[in-house]
């Protein structure tokens, strides 16, 4: 490799660093004692039983789960179609458009969070489920949007193209050759879209009463007071549940895309 | 022409929420600020028009609240593009399958682990400066080395072999071929680290002193422990004025 | 005894992905051109990057000058390399480019302002085309930016890597004439990397033809094309039609070569195999290409212009005398 050594060690130096905290936590859920000190070599699952007996925690846990999913399932398919539609767009306004519709990324998570109360609160929804849902949904759009643009790529053109050619109406084309091979790219925005709902912090502290938190949500006081094994096994849940659900995914589409090409397709 | 009418249908609902909920947030913020404050354990008198919370933005708490939040801001900005490129650097020369295990392990703590950093954060670094300032970047860490991945890969991979050909040291080639080509991209990790840090709120509120009070957790405090939703909103205000002016100001980055 | 230019010494080499190189040798005087030439896959640019550095051969050994520089690495090693695509320096300027090995060593900036000016002198870079970055420069001048900050550096070995594949014909003609030219006035032993026999036989004083990893011939471009030692050489060099020695009268069993241009149609002559009948005849202005089927051979013939038989003609096929070659039996098809 051609960078220095010395920047090349403190590279790894900065990796390895930045794995502690994750490991602590996953470690300090385990932990047998109750005053989570690290290290300790007594294992025991215990805290996970009280999480799961505990409605407080295990509720927030399945509702940060339904809303990851449902915004998810919202977000997407409305970031589809805006990627669909903004290649139709002329170069000039793209731009502008593209802007506009990334813009809920580059407000800070606070302001955002606070706006969305106010509107919230406006239409009478303060702290309800679809409060929420629109919070998070509005949260993924963003990265879903980017992402499935990366689908649309210059082949995925060109075979448009060549359906159209053959006498497909746009319908057509969109259901039978743009919507089957853009669907990796689906699925790892609905991922990513997952992930950030599931790990959102910030606004759902906003926005969410005491019908909707979600896990951060309830962790987020112990953290403020005194980091309790609950808070460690709240974010090694979530740890968890993130990675797993890249790492599912991910193996999966490189499963299918090997078992395409060896079978002759291509992708 | 059907085509581009269908296609504006289709934009619609999307562009609907995220202007909706983005603006109609903001607009209405503006407006919460301009409200008296509630009676009793009113958060606010609805209907009513007053200044009176921005009036108290002009003091000396607040005075200091800016400066904290834009000084934490800088100091994130510098502390994530270094690190970020230092990873980066380690990151991009590899391929494939050990790519993405190691963009993985970069990219872990933000996309895994926020409440999971942030206990272990907690109990590895002092309360203060130190802390908030630390687990600030921690959390910003992988989009800026995320986005300086990308242009480090976008660079022509014969120019470096060439330079060492020449004669160039592993040192000069980072001085006079890298460098000079990820510049855009180290303004635009500079410039997004300035915008993400005037936001700070989970580094400063778990890691942070009353010192280290940023906007963001003051408008926290503001709004939810003692539910004075005006001054809340004018703070909020504040924040977006102060976000919005980053991003204007790097319009005058260098471009690619 | 004289040193060699470039000595290279049983190199071997073995990727997973790439091919293998089995045993490579060659000596190439100081001061020569010299081609490697093969099909893609045969090695070539694993040998390139092993005599430049950017690899180490597995076995074997690579020597400049009488020096082994086996080990050393690309900068140290006083070779300097134009890149198939070139690899110049977008950010900085055609000077800038030239320059840059020259201060990459430290030298100081009024020796080094001289050797640039008179080395973009030397390759015909306009002055004012000197400050400009390569994106506003022509694929002809990217080419001779290239080769300045190769050679600025005074190295004792040249490298080329493909460098007029990505040329249009014009062009290619031209940097053909440049490159001989400063290879001539700086006396630089160089080695070119190509898969076109025709520029291999218009630049070099030696081809070295490669095949799956080794080297199957070396000599001039006259002996290659004329005088082959195999099919394989006989069929790269250009087109070729060999044939079984029976088929003019000669032992069974041999392989005879002769080439297109050789041939005759209804004219003077060595027979060839008798009367054919013309199976295609095709125009490329300065010549007219004849397939002629033979009993049941094929064969090419290269004519004038202004003797292009119709298809379903028959006519008479002779060689011109001493064209004919045999070539070894040891040798590989």
Not at chain 2, 206 to 230: K, M, N, Y
């Amino acid at each position: 490799m051609t960078n220095p050594i010395i920047a090349r060690l403190s590279g790894w130096f900065v990796l390895i660093l930045l794995q502690i905290p994750l490991v602590m936590t996953f470690w300090a859920s385990f932990s047998a004692d109750s005053l989570l000190t690290l290290p300790t070599t007594r294992w025991s699952m215990r805290w996970y039983v009280d999480f799961i007996n505990e409605p407080q925690w295990s509720r927030a846990a399945f509702r940060s789960l339904i809303a990851a999913c449902v915004a998810a399932g919202i977000a997407v398919p409305l970031a589809t179609a805006a990627a669909w539609s903004l290649r139709e767009w002329p170069q000039r306004f793209r731009y502008y458009v593209l802007g506009l519709l990334l813009m809920p990324a580059t407000v800070s998570g606070v302001a955002l969070g606070l706006g969305l109360l106010q509107v919230a609160y406006a239409v009478g929804l303060a702290g309800q489920w679809p409060c929420l849902i629109g919070a998070h949904t509005l949260l993924g759009f963003p990265v879903a949007l980017l992402v499935v643009r990366m689908g649309f790529t210059p082949s995925l053109q060109e075979l448009e193209a060549a359906a159209a050619g053959l006498g497909a109406k746009s319908s057509v084309v969109a259901w039978r050759i743009t919507l089957p091979l853009l669907w990796p790219w689906l699925v790892a925005s609905a991922v990513a879209v997952f992930v950030i709902s599931l790990n959102d912090a910030v606004v759902a502290v906003f926005v969410c009463g005491p019908d909707t938190e979600t896990l951060p949500v309830v962790a987020w006081r112990q953290l403020r007071h005194s980091a309790g094994p609950m808070v460690a096994v709240a974010g090694t849940i979530t740890m968890m549940a993130s990675l797993g659900m890249m790492g599912v995914t991910t193996a999966g589409l490189w499963f299918l895309r090997f078992r395409k090409q060896s079978a002759g397709g291509s992708l | 022409m059907t085509l581009l009418r269908a296609s504006i249908a289709i934009l619609l609902p999307a562009l609907l929420l995220v202007v909706g909920g983005t603006a109609a947030g903001a607009i209405l913020t503006v407006r919460m600020s301009l409200h008296a404050p509630g009676a009793g354990a009113g958060l606010f008198e609805p209907g009513s028009v007053s200044l009176s919370s921005w009036a108290s933005m002009g003091d000396a708490h607040h005075r200091g609240i800016v400066l904290t939040t834009i000084l934490t801001g800088l100091g994130v900005s510098l502390l994530s593009t270094a690190i970020g490129a230092l990873l980066a650097m380690l990151a991009a020369p590899f391929a494939g399958l050990r790519f993405m295990g190691v963009m993985v392990l970069i990219l872990a703590p933000r996309l895994s682990g926020v409440l999971a950093s942030l206990f272990g954060l907690q109990r590895l670094l002092p309360r203060g400066w130190i802390g908030s300032l630390i687990a600030e970047t921690w959390l910003l860490v992988p989009y800026s080395t995320l986005i300086l991945v990308i242009a480090l890969r976008g660079i022509d991979p014969h120019l470096v072999p060439a330079a060492r050909g020449l004669g160039a040291s592993r040192w000069q080639v980072l001085r006079w071929i890298i460098w000079p080509l990820s510049l855009p991209a180290v303004a635009l990790t500079l410039q997004l680290g300035w915008v993400w840090g005037f936001g700070a709120f989970l580094g400063p509120l778990f890691l942070g002193g009353p010192d280290q009070s940023t906007l963001a957790v003051e408008i926290h405090h503001e709004a939810f422990d003692l539910g004075r939703w005006p001054r809340a909103a004018a703070e909020g205000v504040v924040l977006m004025v102060l976000t919005a002016s980053a991003m204007a100001a790097g319009s005058w980055r260098p471009r690619p | 005894m004289p040193v060699d230019g470039l000595r290279l010494e049983e190199i071997s080499f073995h990727f997973d992905t790439a091919p293998t190189l089995a045993g490579v040798s060659l000596k190439v005087p100081a001061g020569a051109f010299v081609s490697i030439l093969g099909p893609s896959g045969c090695g070539k640019t694993t040998l390139v990057k092993i005599v430049a550095g950017y690899l180490k051969p597995l076995a074997g050994r690579v020597l400049l000058h009488g020096t082994d520089i086996t080990n050393a690495p690309p900068g140290k090693r006083n070779t300097g390399m134009v890149f198939q695509n070139l690899a110049l320096f977008p950010h900085m300027s055609a000077r800038g480019n030239v320059a840059f090995g020259l201060e990459a060593r430290g030298l100081p900036s009024s020796e080094i302002r001289q050797r640039v000016e008179a080395m973009l002198d030397q390759v015909g870079l306009k002055p004012d085309e000197r400050n400009r970055q390569p994106g506003n420069l022509s694929g002809g001048q990217q080419q001779r930016v290239a080769l300045g900050r190769a050679l600025v550096i005074q190295p004792s070995l040249l490298m080329l890597d493909e460098p007029l594949s990505n040329l249009d014909s014009h062009l290619r003609d031209q940097m053909r004439g440049l490159i001989r030219q400063v290879q001539r006035d700086t006396g630089v032993t160089t080695m070119m990397v190509t898969h076109d026999p025709e520029e291999a036989m218009a630049m070099s004083d030696l081809i070295a033809v490669m095949n799956q990893g080794t080297i199957v011939e070396v000599g001039t471009g006259r002996d290659l094309y004329q005088r082959p030692r195999s099919a394989f050489v006989a069929r790269f060099l250009g087109l070729a039609n060999i044939v079984d020695g029976s088929v003019i009268g000669h032992r069974p069993g041999s392989s005879l070569l002769v080439r297109p241009e050789c041939l005759v149609i209804n004219g003077e002559g060595v027979p060839f195999a008798g009367i054919g009948k013309v199976i295609n005849s095709e125009f490329f202005g300065a010549d007219v290409l004849v397939t002629v089927a033979l009993g049941n051979i094929q064969m090419l013939v290269r004519g004038r212009p202004n003797i292009m038989p119709q298809p379903g003609t028959e006519v008479r096929v002779s060689a011109m005398p001493g064209t004919i070659h045999e070539l070894p039996a040891d040798g590989e098809s």
